[in-house]
C-alpha cells in the first residue's frame, strides 16, 4: 500500500494534498500515526484512515456525499481483494463467487442454491 511511511520504529498512514487543495484543507499532507511497528497491520489499519482523507478531498472539491463515496469505494475494493483471494479456495469447495455491484458484498453459490452474501454466512 503506498500510504504508509515508516517513522522511526511505528508505521504512519499517509497522504498528500494536491497543491489546488492545500489553503483549502489548510496543509500539504495528511500524517497520522498507526501506533504498530508491524507493516501488515500498518496496511489494515491505514486503508480506512486513507480513505477517510480521501472523502474530506472530495468534499473540499465541492462535491456531495463525499464521504459515503469514498466509504463505498473502498468497501468494493475490499470486496474484490476478499474475493481474489477466496475464490480459488471457494471453487475447490464446488462453490461460485462473485461480487455484488450494487452492495459491493462478496456472494458465494452453491450449484443449486441461491446466491448468499459470504458475510451473511460468516455470520452463522
Do not use: C, Y
Given at each position: 500500500?503506498?500510504?504508509?511511511?515508516?517513522?522511526?520504529?511505528?508505521?504512519y498512514?499517509?497522504?498528500k494534498?494536491?497543491?489546488?487543495?492545500?489553503e483549502k484543507?489548510?496543509?500539504a499532507?495528511?500524517?497520522?500515526?498507526?501506533?504498530?511497528?508491524?507493516?501488515?497491520?500498518?496496511?489494515?489499519?491505514?486503508?480506512?484512515?486513507?480513505a477517510?482523507?480521501k472523502a474530506?478531498?472530495?468534499?473540499?472539491?465541492?462535491?456531495?456525499d463525499?464521504?459515503?463515496?469514498?466509504?463505498?469505494?473502498?468497501?468494493?475494493?475490499?470486496a474484490?481483494?476478499?474475493h481474489?483471494?477466496?475464490?480459488?479456495?471457494?471453487?475447490?469447495?464446488?462453490?461460485?463467487?462473485?461480487?455484488?455491484?450494487?452492495?459491493?458484498e462478496?456472494?458465494?453459490?452453491t450449484?443449486?442454491?441461491?446466491?448468499v452474501a459470504?458475510?451473511?454466512?460468516?455470520?452463522?
Open positions: 500500500m503506498p500510504h504508509i511511511e515508516k517513522r522511526r520504529n511505528l508505521w498512514a499517509t497522504l494534498v494536491p497543491p489546488k487543495l492545500q484543507v489548510g496543509k499532507k495528511f500524517l497520522q500515526s498507526l501506533g504498530t511497528p508491524d507493516k501488515r497491520r500498518a496496511e489494515a489499519l491505514a486503508a480506512p484512515v486513507v477517510l482523507w474530506q478531498l472530495r468534499k473540499a472539491e465541492g462535491q456531495t463525499a464521504v459515503l463515496e469514498e466509504a463505498l469505494e473502498w468497501k468494493r475494493n475490499k474484490h481483494q476478499t481474489e483471494a477466496m475464490s480459488a479456495k471457494l471453487a475447490a469447495t464446488g462453490l461460485q463467487s462473485g461480487v455484488d455491484p450494487t452492495t459491493g462478496v456472494m458465494v453459490k450449484a443449486s442454491g441461491p446466491w459470504l458475510s451473511k454466512l460468516a455470520a452463522r
